[in-house]
């Protein structure tokens, strides 16, 4: 049961323009979101996170907005850079018996262009 | 300061064969969490240590998987009998609160 999902699984992108992620959960327990970027043989590296109470968080290129009636959150990347080109995952925990417990959208693979 | 740390970081087995997968956690961090992503797939979520807690085991996918963390910091994530399905990413995150630090992964490979 896919609770958090990301239904691009790629995204193409000219440098120096917006890049937007999506992603969609089906659970409303969820309270936290977050976002990681993952390069090939490396372990995921935390992007920016959201709390259920915010609607938007910003951290210097990154902004990830939370819409909560439509269980959507996006990430905003702007402007695009060639080292943002990666796969990035979506991910949610909600204190419903396991607090930290994260699950992972499918990811979304970023191609930067120049 | 130092990251999460997991060793080895490649392992290629035999079916059949036991592995064990080791993973430092960063220093302090009260919670550690085992994830494994296969080809293709997103993260899936195996186990959960939070302090002196039980462990939250749900994600393990059976029996052979077994793992525990000694002393409230370094953890072994034990796969007995391996199958060729268990050729993965295993990935080793650490907390505080509710943001999860990840380590570089061991790329489990079963022939």
């Known amino acids: 049961d896919q609770q958090v999902k990301q239904n691009s699984p790629s995204l193409s992108v000219q440098e120096g323009r917006i890049s937007i992620l999506n992603c969609d959960y089906t659970?409303?327990?969820?309270?936290?979101f977050l976002w990681y970027k993952k390069y090939p043989a490396e372990g995921p590296t935390f992007l920016i996170s959201i709390s259920s109470i915010k609607d938007k968080n910003e951290d210097g290129r990154f902004t990830v907005f939370l819409n909560k009636s439509a269980k959507h959150l996006s990430l905003h990347i702007v402007p695009s850079q060639p080292g943002d080109s990666a796969v990035y995952f979506c991910?949610?925990?909600?204190?419903?018996?396991?607090?930290?417990?994260?699950?992972f959208g499918a990811g979304t693979q970023v191609v930067v262009t120049p | 300061g130092a990251g999460v740390s997991q060793s080895p970081s490649n392992k290629v087995t035999e079916k059949g064969k036991d592995v064990e997968l080791r993973c430092d956690p960063i220093s302090g961090h009260t919670a550690l969490y085992w994830y494994r992503q296969s080809l293709g797939q997103g993260l899936e979520f195996l186990i959960y240590?939070?302090?002196?807690?039980?462990?939250?085991k749900s994600g393990l996918p059976s029996d052979r998987f077994s793992a525990e963390r000694t002393g409230g910091s370094v953890s072994t994530l034990t796969i007995q009998r391996t199958q060729q399905e268990d050729s993965a990413v295993y990935l080793c995150?650490?907390?505080?609160?509710?943001?999860?630090?990840f380590g570089p992964g061991t790329r489990l490979l079963v022939l």
């Open positions: 240590f939070q302090g002196n807690s039980a462990p939250d």
């Open positions: 659970n409303s327990m969820f309270d936290y």
């Open positions: 991910a949610a925990s909600g204190n419903f018996g396991s607090w930290g417990k994260l699950q």
């Open positions: 995150a650490s907390s505080e609160q509710e943001t999860q630090y």
